[in-house]
């Protein structure tokens, strides 16, 4: 028998993980910082050490896969409409700069408290430097972030 499934041609069994989104709205006196705690997350970091003339070097990356909106999890949103959007239930976001953390991490409510969330004082956070939304029928069915 042929069995139909439902949803992208893509198997997210392996996204069982939960990380928090950190996104910064706005700058300066008007700054705000949105906190997502996202379950059902792929999260995977390496450190990468290298040895040529002039020494040791130490490099780390990291992917992190978010299904958009399959089996109860929140719909990716663009930063530019999250930013600008009245209600951001059931959305999430991620962009550039922003910081993610495995787990669910602390709350954030002062530009002091994100200028003290780097990778050298939090274990398992990481700083976003590049999103990639992937597509199937014309919507987003999860995004790749990178660093």
Do not use: N
């Not at 499934?5 to 709205?25: F, K």
């Not at 990291?62 to 299904?67: C, R």
Request: charged share 20%.
């Amino acid at each position: 028998m042929l069995r139909v499934r439902r949803g992208p041609p893509v198997d997210y069994s392996l996204c069982d993980q939960t990380v928090t989104i950190y996104h910064q709205i706005g700058a300066g006196a008007a700054f705000c910082c949105t906190r997502t705690v996202f379950c059902g997350a792929f999260f995977d970091w390496k450190k990468v050490q290298t040895v040529d003339k002039t020494g040791s070097r130490e490099a780390s990356s990291f992917l992190l896969v978010l299904p958009s909106g399959w089996d109860g999890r929140p719909w990716w949103m663009p930063p530019q409409e999250y930013d600008a959007a009245q209600s951001r239930s059931g959305c999430f976001t991620i962009a550039a700069k922003d910081k993610v953390v495995l787990g669910v991490g602390p709350e954030i409510k002062t530009r002091e408290e994100w200028a003290a969330l780097l990778p050298a004082k939090v274990s398992g956070l990481v700083i976003v430097q590049d999103v990639d939304p992937k597509y199937w029928q014309q919507r987003v069915t999860h995004v790749e972030v990178g660093g």
